[in-house]
Structures are given as C-alpha cells and as structure tokens.
Antibody, heavy 122, light 106 residues
C-alpha cells in the first residue's frame, strides 16, 4: 500500500523560503499524478498544486502561482514543493496526496500523507 | 472557477440517527463529486467518488447521491466512530473543496 511521508515543515519568517518533500514508500510513485493540499489551522482544505507523472503538466492554485514550484523525482520516489515569498496566510498543514488518475484535468485524492506544518511568522 | 457550497457547517445527532449533508456546485459538474472524512489530527480519507460510488472498505452506512449541481451525503445510522469533519470536492475541473461539515454526537 502507498505510504506518503512529508517533511521539511517548520517556522519561517514572512518573505522567506521553505522546501517541502514527500517520500513514497510504495512501488508505483511514477505511475500517478501527485499533489499538494494545505489546511490552515481550524480551516478547510485548499488544493495547492498538481504535477503529472512525467512533470509535463503542472497546475497551481491562484493563491500560490508565481511563488510556489512543484517538482518530482521519480527515481527517488519523491515529490517536492519549493515555497518562496511566504506570507502569514500560507501557514497550514501541507499534505501530499496521490491522484487516482481517473479524469483528465480533475483530481481524485486516494492516498494522503500525514502532513507537515508550515508556520509563517516573525 | 467552480465554487462548492456545503451545508450545514456543523451538526449534532444521536447515535443511530440518519445524517444528511448537502453540497451544491456553482455549475454543472456531472457526477464528478467526492466525499472525504477527516478525523481530528488526521489526513482526509476517501469515502465516496463519482457522487455515489463507495470506496473499497468503507462501511455501507455511508452513501452519496446527486448529479449536476446538487449532491447529498448520508450516514444511515450514525456511529460514535463517525465523529469527524466531512468535505465534498468537485473534480470536474481541477479541484474545489466545500467548506466542511463537522459531525458530533449529541
């Protein structure tokens, strides 16, 4: 079964940068599109970004476009999120989540990591 | 962008009660609607996809219905372990989540 483990969260000052990682211990990482989804404390879920299996298709939420960059390394079974120009409103638990891949330009999250907390504060 | 309006935002019901949650899309999304369950401190869990298809291993007391813009999620007999927040999500065009419904035991 897929097991996704995020890392890299922590406390960062406004305007700073952080790189999140997500490691997949399953054997099918390269077969699936992957995503980052975040959840601010006590709030709902917000999709952040999607990357296709070969990195040829990438989507971002309007709230992070131009500041965040998603990438993946299939040889290392790993997903990344480079976050620059961080703002207080980026404070959230960040989850990596797998797309089942049943619909073009639509994402069905079937496996989730446990999340990593990013706090943006001075 | 597609907006998802979920109601109510919270509810309290007794064990054994039938619980219903609604989700409305701002435009026709066919049946591309998902329901997740999130327990405190945990990641969301996929319960239902394509509006009414139960994910493998999910108890049959959970069900979903609807198409187009109006969708319903039902727990036929609420159990203590069902205390959680439930989210709808459209995947007709990328992703939009509903605001969530917190379900508690009365």
């Amino acid at each position: 079964e897929e097991q996704l483990v995020e890392s890299g969260g922590g406390l960062v000052q406004p305007g700073g940068s952080l790189r999140l990682s997500c490691a997949d211990s399953g054997f099918t990482f390269s077969y699936y599109g992957m995503n980052w989804v975040r959840q601010a404390p006590g709030k709902g879920l917000e999709w952040v970004s999607y990357i296709s299996t070969t990195s040829t298709t990438i989507y971002y939420a309007d709230s992070v476009r131009g500041r965040f960059t998603i990438s993946r390394d299939n040889a290392k079974n790993s997903l990344y999120l480079q976050m620059n120009s961080l703002r207080a409103e980026d404070t959230a638990v960040y989850y990596c989540a797998r797309d089942r891949g049943t619909k073009v330009r639509g994402v069905l999250f079937d496996y989730w990591g446990q999340g990593t907390l990013v706090t943006v504060s001075s | 962008d597609i907006q998802m309006t979920q109601s109510p935002s919270s509810l309290s019901a007794s064990v054994g009660d039938r619980v219903t949650i609604s989700c409305q899309a701002s435009q026709d999304i066919s049946n591309y609607l998902i329901w997740y369950q999130q327990k405190p401190g945990k990641a969301p869990k996929l319960l239902i996809y394509d509006a009414s298809t139960l994910e493998t291993g999910v108890p049959s007391r959970f069900s979903g219905s609807g198409s187009g813009t109006d969708f319903t999620f039902t727990i036929s007999s609420l159990q203590p372990e069902d205390v959680a927040t439930y989210f709808c999500q459209q995947y007709d065009n990328l992703v939009t989540f509903g605001g969530g419904t917190k379900v508690e035991i009365k």
